[in-house]
């Protein structure tokens, strides 16, 4: 029955092919049974961007631990999320016997001027007697040495008020940054002492991302580098930025060295500590040749691809050793091997060999930012390149 079925499809063949009564036979075979089909990347060259992949964490450039400076019972402090500017009060303490004590240091003052001003009196109208011998030279230095304790109890009392004062400024505690209270760590009516964490303060508007990079790519990363930003975890659209800062120092168990990247972030949309990816461009190559990484097969002498020969009767799937050069994203520059206008097999390679006839069944012009083929919409390039209708 199998005979049959094929005798009557090389008939039927025949007879499509055939010319009408009275004319010439007209040579118009059909493609091959054995033909397979396949889709290509007609290579033309291209400008890529050699990326590297990091992972980093958004850091605040201004996060601060705000501490007191003084000794005393906390009476206020502001709200968890409250945004203050630089130099608002976020926190007091109690000041009764700062102030107290204040009182008695401007009463030693003020005692300490009476002395000095008698001391000067007396120094003032001695003096001339020591001029004419009216008064011994022993006299004199004890006139002296008596103006001179004077004016050292007048700048003894005027500093002990002056740090006295401070330390009643100190009650106030203010931001020394424009930021939000993200943490308290002390409350209403809590004993605190000089060096005691009040509360935590981040401005979420002057962020960066923190990433280690491997000390192979020390040459390649400077300052201004841009770089791309993404956020996985959060739904965040991706956004752009530039290297900031590329550390000169290698950490020797990670063998790698600090970099971070910048960006806005006026929005306070991205938060410290959150995960981001990212890609620093390392450098830019023009007029090369780009493919995708998954056209390629690993041979046992490196690696090759399938292109798309044209032949007399169709299309031959040649094999073409090559040799890779940077990749990203799944695509991946070809250093030697290819052409401009070689036809390279980008579907349906993972079923040919050499030599295998196939039919093309769709041409792609470049390829899109994640590698995958694509048309060039404007370049009126036919899907079906097999010659059906």
């Keep these: 029955m199998r005979h049959i079925s094929t005798l009557l499809l090389y008939s039927i063949l025949w007879i499509s092919c055939a010319s009408p009564q009275g004319s010439e036979p007209v040579q118009s075979p059909a493609p091959l049974l054995s033909a397979k089909r396949v889709e290509v990347l007609n290579l033309s060259p291209t400008t890529f961007n050699d990326l590297i992949e990091l ?5 605040a450039r201004h996060d601060v631990i705000v501490s007191s400076k003084t000794t005393g019972t906390l009476e206020q402090i502001v ?11 976020v926190a007091n303490t109690d000041d009764d016997l700062l102030r107290a004590n204040l009182l008695q240091v401007e009463a030693q003052v003020s005692n300490a001027e009476a002395g000095l001003k008698i001391a000067e009196e007396s120094y003032n109208r001695q003096r001339p007697l020591f001029s004419d011998s009216i008064i011994s030279e022993l006299e004199y230095i004890g006139l002296e040495t008596t103006l001179s304790q004077a004016k050292s109890n007048v700048a003894q009392a005027k ?3 002056k740090q006295v004062a401070l330390q009643l400024n100190y009650t106030s505690i203010t931001a020394p940054i424009y930021g939000t209270v993200e943490a308290r760590y002390v ?4 004993q605190v002492v000089p060096g005691t964490q009040i509360l935590r303060l981040v401005d979420t508007r002057d962020v960066f991302i923190s990433a280690g990079i491997s000390e192979k790519f020390a040459g390649d990363i400077e300052v201004g580098t841009p770089a791309q930003i993404q956020f996985p975890s959060a739904g965040i659209s991706p956004r752009e930025g530039r290297v900031i800062f590329a550390g000169r ?7 790698s060295f600090e970099v971070n990247v910048a960006f806005e972030n006026n929005d306070g949309t991205m938060k410290p500590e959150m995960i981001a990816d990212l890609a620093i461009l390392r450098t830019t190559i023009e007029n090369a040749l780009v493919i995708p990484r998954n056209a390629v097969t690993r041979t046992e002498t490196g690696h090759s691809v399938f292109i798309a020969s044209e032949m007399e009767d169709g299309y031959t799937a040649l094999v073409k050793d090559i040799q890779l050069g940077a990749e990203y994203a799944n695509k991946v520059v070809i250093i ?3 052409s401009p206008g070689d036809q390279v097999v980008v579907r349906g390679q993972s079923t040919l060999a050499n030599q295998d006839l196939v039919i093309i069944d ?12 694509v048309m060039d919409s ?3 390039i036919m899907l079906d390149q097999s010659g059906d209708n």
């Design 55 to 59: 992972t980093g964490i958004v850091e």
């Design 79 to 89: 709200d968890l999320g409250t945004t203050v500017r630089s130099g608002q009060v």
């Design 159 to 161: 500093a002990i008020y």
């Design 187 to 190: 409350e209403v009516g809590e």
């Design 249 to 255: 120092v290698i950490d020797p168990e990670s063998r």
């Design 336 to 338: 030697e091997g290819l």
């Design 362 to 373: 769709q041409t792609y012009t470049q390829l899109d930012e994640f590698g995958a083929p």
């Design 378 to 380: 404007s370049s009126g």
